[in-house]
């Protein structure tokens, strides 16, 4: 079965400061893996996915988020953070040959942005 | 298109009451997806609709739930009789197509019983 670990419940920023949230999965082959942001009160918004090929994915919002599979891992970044991301970040896998279609999230990491 | 839509979005009810919440998918996509959301379990998928098929509802918790699709526009996620531990965001998520693309979700119903 697939699972996804994210290490950190809470993480705090300053702002324009750099971040790296993590994520490792655990998967018997390279899955889809995704990246959703929630604000407050909200639904899940797709931020980033990685298919297949360039392992440095781009995303919305100036974020990016690189797959290595030695490390099971697929970390989201974003060079300098604005006090508007603010937000629970998800990380979630998604089964290539199983045919099972839902996806697996992670347990989220909340992250505060200070001025 | 105007997204997942999901109706209440908020609903409070007392303990033994029946609550239907539902869900209108973005048009075109032909899978489906109930998620709950709680702060103890996190996000924790319910049931899985294809083309209006329950394909996993491994996830649906014990009797008192229930889902339904009667067609392509349409699904409801039925508790009765409702319970205070059934307090969680319920989430309606959509999604097409043959490889295992992204879910669009809808702001989610916030469901309290009290």
């Known amino acids: 079965a697939q699972s996804v670990t994210q290490p950190d419940i809470h993480i705090t920023v300053s702002e324009g400061a750099s971040l790296e949230l993590r994520c490792n999965y655990s998967y018997g082959a390279t899955p889809y893996l995704f990246w959703y942001v929630q604000s407050p009160g909200q639904g899940l918004q797709l931020l980033l996915k990685?298919?297949?090929?360039?392992?440095l994915v781009q995303g919305i919002k100036g974020f990016e988020a690189e797959f290595k599979r030695s490390q099971s891992s697929f970390n989201l970044r974003k060079p300098s953070v604005h006090w508007s991301d603010a937000a629970e970040y998800f990380c979630a896998v998604g089964a290539r040959d199983t045919g099972r279609r839902a996806l697996t999230f992670g347990s989220g990491t909340r992250l505060q942005v200070q001025p | 298109d105007a997204g997942v839509i999901q109706s209440p979005r908020h609903e409070v009810t007392e303990m033994g009451q029946e609550v239907t919440l539902r869900c209108k998918p973005i048009?075109?996509?032909?899978?489906l997806f109930w998620y709950r959301q709680t702060m103890m379990r996190g996000l924790e998928l319910l049931i899985y609709?294809?083309?209006?098929?329950?394909?996993?509802d491994s996830g649906m918790p014990e009797d008192r739930f229930s889902a339904k699709m009667p067609n392509a526009s349409f699904s409801t996620l039925k508790i009765q009789p409702s319970e205070p531990r059934d307090s969680a965001v319920y989430f309606c998520a959509s999604s097409w197509g043959q490889l295992n693309t992204e879910a669009f979700f809808g702001q989610g119903t916030r469901l309290t019983v009290v």
């Open positions: 048009s075109g996509h032909d899978y």
């Open positions: 990685y298919f297949s090929g360039d392992t």
């Open positions: 609709f294809n083309n209006n098929v329950p394909i996993d």
